[in-house]
T-cell receptor, first 112, second 108 residues
């Protein structure tokens, strides 16, 4: 049983560019949440997708957007990248919106 | 405002030296409290879910407990492979909120 997968593993972008990160949930899970984790900090909630709609959103600007596909996989898009967007981006999936979440390995984004 | 605070920030133990990690929270509408383990450069690994005060869960050398205001992760006779950052998270009405974690180092 494959767990949560994310791609790419690492990414280097230039300030002002746009980036798309991808996530496939654990088998049997229909809810996907995205988190940003800065070095030495706990994950910060970005948003959650369920039934292809954004259901909850943390305190992140509109530059951060997402999508969920019919097969429950998800994308995170970040526009107009800032140096401060450099972080580990984590995807987590769950059976429902409030269940325990299982995390992927993350995508390390570096903005130069 | 919902808050999750973990203490201590870092903890160094000798192998076999038992201790506890603390997670205190102020949340409206608690739906659940979760403990995760995170190794450097990797995603968090799920350990426990606790839903109500008085509840306890155990797994190998780890035991998690919950009161109305805090949770403890007790580590009994730790081994070097228990070295990691332990994260506490609270499912509130609107989001999942994480603490900053406790970085545990167990020396042989």
């Amino acid at each position: 049983d494959a767990g949560v997968t994310q791609s790419p593993t690492h990414l280097i972008k230039t300030r002002g560019q746009q980036v798309t990160l991808r996530c496939s949930p654990k088998s049997g899970h229909d809810t996907v949440s995205w988190y940003q984790q800065a070095l030495g900090q706990g994950p910060q909630f970005i948003f959650q997708y369920y039934e292809e709609e954004e259901r909850q959103r943390g305190n992140f600007p509109d530059r951060f957007s997402g999508h969920q596909f019919p097969n429950y996989s998800s994308e995170l898009n970040v526009n107009a990248l800032l140096l401060g967007d450099s972080a580990l981006y984590l995807c987590a999936s769950s059976r429902d919106r409030e269940g325990e979440q299982y995390f992927g390995p993350g995508t390390r984004l570096t903005v130069t | 405002e919902d808050q999750v605070t973990q203490s201590p920030e870092a903890l160094r133990l000798q192998e076999g030296e038992s201790s506890s990690l603390n997670c205190s929270y102020t949340v409206s509408g608690l739906r659940g409290l979760f403990w995760y383990r995170q190794d450097p450069g990797k995603g968090p690994e799920f350990l426990f879910t606790l839903y109500s005060a008085g509840e306890e869960k155990e797994k190998e050398r780890l035991k998690a407990t919950l009161t109305k205001k805090e949770s403890f992760l007790h580590i009994t006779a730790p081994k070097p492979e228990d070295s990691a950052t332990y994260l506490c998270a609270v499912q509130a009405r609107d989001d999942m909120r994480f603490g900053a974690g406790t970085r545990l180092t167990v020396k042989p």
